[in-house]
């Protein structure tokens, strides 16, 4: 019997959105296909048992980028997907985030959630998709799970704020902002923008909680219909009389410890202390495991509420600072000799060391995904290394935080980054985590700006960063500014905002609790912006603006341009000319479809020889011109003067001399240098060349006319090497070395 398929539809942004199922994957836990447009995205959830010893909530969110949803094969060697792509990890992210703090506390099931692109159009984007599936999937499924949640986008574009927007508007939007909440409230928060105000971005961010109510109803309704009973789970429950044994015995202690002067390492290390102490006097010397595990867990529940009630009733952080006020600031810059820049950013005991490299235009990052996007010249890469936080552990690939914090920093300067018009570089930054207590990605933001000014990269507008927190009970709460580590770990919220003094550049938002509304949000943004101007007027300190002059061993790019039917002479055949240029030179060479030509050297030197040698590949006899070039062919009519590289013309006989000429060879043998003048070039490219009009002192137009009047019988001059017929342009060899010709998209 044909599986029925149930469909549920609404509204969003004015386009219709489409929740399907019933009809595949019956045997998930809950399994949707939402449409819009062209774009599907399919979900399913499933949920398993409890791991043994689990003390935490195992949930996996992944997402399956399939190339044949945009009818594209894989570029990989193998044809087939590999890896997620780093667009794939930030959509498991951004899907993970909002769904998380929505399972019921102290449930252990393990619980899972596929996401996988089944079609890619040219105008839906699939990220927004992805989060609506995933808490569709869970709503119908047997899974414990407290949403729906609502996710949509929205951008900024000819003055107007708009919902669900298209790429094509995405294109010329300044804003960004994806959003995704609860009926009550917001529950995740990502943007980038060009720097707009908080004004607009709280303005945004009130329009996105009211346009996810269509996407909620549509999945409450589906539940309704559609959904299957919820299993029962057995949830970890509080031990109300350990929790009071707990607090008895370590509150003083603890409270004497948060008093003492601060620093990661005595907190820690105290918190360890009294902990082993408290285990010991309430288990003896050979507690079971279970029983070190229930005491160590109501420990650990009973110093997170302490020090949260010292924060929210007497306003007291675990370092002792106001609840607005930011740590210690010092910046550095040129720390690295031979990198093209460098800067250190320390804030508290968190510190960031970035190296900035810049390459030539072919060096941009070559992507293969769905999001349209195939290239792009300005890369942040994140390394957070266990020597960090004091630990040991393997070192391997990025983790999903890393990739995760390296977007976000990345989006955070994208706004500020010249044109690759105005600076023709591809730029790459690498953040390193040399130390960390709170908020290193923001650090990163702010290290990065130090080492783009001291590259002498010229943004438009420095960039700063801050991590906010919060802690809320109830209608009670504080926003917390420059979070510690301790601080995001206990709290409720991690908001970190980026942005010069005109505006936003950035923004993330995760939190742990059901939500928050819009009016803490914006409240935390204004308490922000103060904050980032503090942080940037410490970093200008040290450098002001960006260097007039970029640093010594950093490549000189300059361009020229050529005629596009040019092209093919100056890559030559396989790519022969232009690798044979490049290492005569010592320059990096790389060629737009346009014509524009890069030349990439470090001495200066080479840049002026190569961009000499290209422009007389591509240099066009002009009539009335005086050319000293060798014969490379002699006929009984006359000789062929190779006046250009790969371009030649004829002379005919009766132009050899003032007087007559019996025999070529009388005046010129191949391999001889003749100066000539140019005397016609014909619709044809034939090019019809004089020696006598030198002699006489004759113009162009005079040695036409003392030309042989039966020159069209002679066959005229031709041109080599550099006409299209020598030059057939494959696609291999275009793609030779050094000299490709790229399609260049940011």
Not at 1 to 9: G, H, I, N, R, T
Not at 223 to 228: F, I, R, S, T
Not at 329 to 334: G, L, M, R, Y
Request: with cysteine; charged share 25%.
């Amino acid at each position: 019997m044909k599986p029925e398929a149930k469909y549920f539809s609404t509204t969003l942004g004015g386009k219709e959105v489409t929740f399907e199922t019933g009809r595949i994957a019956r045997q998930a836990g809950g399994s949707v296909i939402l449409r819009q447009g062209d774009s599907m995205m399919f979900a399913a959830a499933t949920m398993g048992a409890v791991r043994e010893g689990s003390d935490f909530f195992p949930l996996t969110v992944d997402y399956e980028e399939r190339m044949y949803a945009g009818g594209r094969i894989p570029g990989s060697f193998f044809r087939r997907e590999g890896r997620p792509s780093t667009d794939a990890t930030l959509v498991a992210r951004l899907t993970d985030r909002p769904l998380r703090p929505l399972f019921p506390e102290g449930m252990r099931n393990e619980v899972q959630v596929v996401l996988m692109s089944l079609s890619a159009d040219t105008e839906n984007p699939l990220d927004m998709l992805a989060i609506n599936a995933a808490s569709a999937a869970l709503m119908i499924s047997d899974i414990p799970f407290g949403g729906p949640v609502g996710a949509v986008r929205v951008g900024f574009v000819d003055g107007k704020l708009v919902v669900n927007p298209s790429l094509q508007e995405m294109e010329v939007s300044t804003l960004d902002l994806r959003v995704a909440g609860t009926k009550e409230a917001i529950l995740m928060v990502e943007a980038g923008a060009n720097e707009v105000t908080e004004i607009l971005m709280a303005e945004a961010l009130q329009l996105a909680h009211e346009s996810i109510q269509p996407i909620i109803d549509a999945q409450l309704r589906m539940a309704a219909e559609v959904g299957k009973a919820k299993r029962e789970v057995k949830l970890a429950e509080k031990d109300a009389n350990l929790l009071a044994q707990a607090k008895d015995a370590i509150r003083a202690r603890l409270e004497a410890l948060l008093d003492q002067e601060y620093s990661k390492e005595n907190l820690y290390g105290g918190i360890a202390e009294i902990k082993e102490a408290f285990l010991l006097e309430q288990l003896g010397e050979e507690p079971t495991p279970e029983a070190r595990t229930a005491y160590g867990e109501a420990f650990d529940d009973v110093e997170k509420a302490i020090i949260r009630e010292r924060i929210l009733y007497q306003g007291k952080r675990p370092d002792n600072r106001k609840v607005y006020e930011v740590r210690d600031i010092t910046c550095e810059v040129d720390i690295a000799p031979r990198a093209h820049g460098s800067g250190l950013f320390t804030r508290g005991e968190t510190q960031v060391l970035t190296l900035a490299t810049l390459g030539t235009p072919k060096e941009a990052q070559e992507l293969d995904n769905l999001n349209g996007i195939e290239s792009k010249r300005y890369m942040h890469h994140y390394n957070f290394p266990p020597y960090c936080t004091g630990e040991t552990k393997r070192l391997g690939g990025q983790s999903r935080r890393e990739i995760g914090h390296g977007a976000l920093a990345e989006r955070a300067l994208v706004p500020v980054i010249p044109s690759e018009k105005s600076f023709p570089y591809t730029l790459r930054l690498v953040s390193e985590v040399m130390s960390s207590n709170g908020s290193s990605s923001m650090g990163s933001v702010c290290g990065s700006t130090l080492a783009l000014m001291d590259c002498g990269v010229p943004i438009s507008a420095p960039v700063s960063g801050v991590a906010m927190g919060l802690i809320k009970e109830g209608e009670r709460y504080v926003i917390l500014t420059d979070i510690l580590g301790t601080e995001d770990h206990l709290g409720d919220m991690d908001f970190k905002v980026a942005g010069t003094r005109n505006g936003i550049t950035a923004l993330q938002m995760d939190i742990k609790i059901s939500g928050i509304t819009p009016e803490i949000m914006a409240e935390a943004l204004d308490r922000a912006k103060s904050a980032r101007f503090y942080i940037l007027d410490q970093m200008l300190a040290v450098i002001a603006e960006p260097r007039p002059n970029l640093k010594p061993h950093v490549p000189r790019i300059e361009s020229v341009k050529v005629p596009v039917d040019k092209i093919g002479a100056i890559i030559g055949p396989g790519g022969k000319n232009i690798r044979l240029l490049q290492e005569e030179t010592n320059t990096k060479i790389d060629i737009d479809d346009d014509g524009t030509v890069y030349i990439a050297s470090v001495d200066g030197f080479g840049f002026e020889e190569a961009r000499d040698r290209i422009l007389s590949v591509t240099e066009t006899a002009e009539i009335g011109k005086i050319y000293t070039g060798k014969c490379v062919r002699i006929t009984d009519f006359g000789a062929f003067i190779e006046i250009l590289p790969g371009v030649d013309g004829m002379v005919h006989i009766s132009q050899l001399s003032s007087e007559r000429v019996a025999k070529v060879e009388d005046v010129v043998n191949v391999g001889d240098e003749l100066t000539v003048m140019v005397t016609d070039v014909s619709p044809e490219g034939k090019i019809r060349l004089s020696r006598q009009a030198l002699l006489e002192g004759w113009t162009a137009e005079e040695a036409r006319e003392h030309d042989n009047p039966n020159r069209g019988k002679s066959g005229g001059g031709s041109r080599r090497g550099g006409d299209r017929r020598d030059s057939r342009r494959s696609g291999g060899e275009r793609r030779s070395s050094g000299g490709d010709r790229r399609d260049r998209r940011n």
